[in-house]
């Protein structure tokens, strides 16, 4: 069909990067049966608003990581679709500092950013540009229903404690970060500039057992917000 790129029969351990692909009818990459890859720093359009995907992640494609792309499609950002059976799974695979380029015209009717069925789970978003109301969970076969699927989004997280005063960073200040349910982030002090180490937190974390279309509104969805606490020592 004109893949931009396609990985399949158990490619593993491959780094594909720095390309720039182009589909008129097809997915710009797609990986099935495929495992351990990394794409990193590809521009990725597909151009078709028909099942033509940015990234098509398919039946076994497992733990590949995605960093840095930039990807478009009139059809869906990425589709995560684990099965072509009631049984099996996808899981495993991360995107970070990617950015999904909105659609804003000539797009397919069911439009998403991020698309995830038939058993596609621990799927992990950090620091990707994308718009959150278009994430949507959708059934295999609404005849077979019962399917799990999950993702989580997370972000990096930098502070800096500085006197208002001298815009100076203020050491050894204690920072003390909590999530909404008190679960404890971070505890310690800033360096000699005012900083911390950079903190991954998870903004959300969606989880759906589905038997119709899921989206963020109709399902269980974990919402996360942070509480920051600073005290110059």
């Not at 351990?13 to 692909?21: D, F, H, Q, V």
């Not at 204690?174 to 404890?184: G, M, P």
Request: charged letters at 10%.
């Amino acid at each position: 069909r004109g893949y931009g790129i396609h990985l399949t029969g158990n490619s593993y351990n491959n780094s594909i990067y720095r390309n720039n692909i182009t589909t008129n009818a097809s997915h710009g990459i797609y990986i099935n049966d495929s495992y351990s890859n990394v794409f990193y720093e590809n521009n990725i359009t597909a151009k078709s608003s028909v099942s033509s995907y940015g990234i098509y992640i398919g039946n076994n494609a497992n733990n590949n990581t995605f960093s840095k792309n930039t990807i478009f499609s009139l059809s869906a950002g990425v589709m995560i679709n684990g099965t072509g059976s009631a049984s099996g799974t996808t899981y495993g695979n991360t995107f970070t500092n990617d950015t999904i380029v909105p659609c804003v015209a000539g797009c397919a009717g069911n439009y998403n950013d991020i698309v995830l069925t038939s058993n596609a789970t621990d799927i992990i978003f950090t620091n990707v540009s994308m718009n959150k109301s278009r994430i949507s969970f959708v059934p295999r076969d609404l005849n077979f229903p019962v399917e799990k699927n999950n993702l989580t989004v997370r972000w990096l997280l930098n502070v800096n404690v500085t006197n208002s005063t001298n815009n100076i960073g203020i050491a050894n200040a204690q920072v003390v970060i909590n999530d909404s349910f008190a679960t404890n982030i971070f505890t310690g002090n800033t360096d000699a500039n005012g900083g911390i180490p950079t903190q991954t937190v998870t903004e959300f974390t969606m989880n759906g057992s589905i038997g119709s279309s899921w989206t963020a509104s109709n399902d269980t969805c974990y919402w996360l917000k942070l509480t920051l606490t600073t005290e110059n020592l």
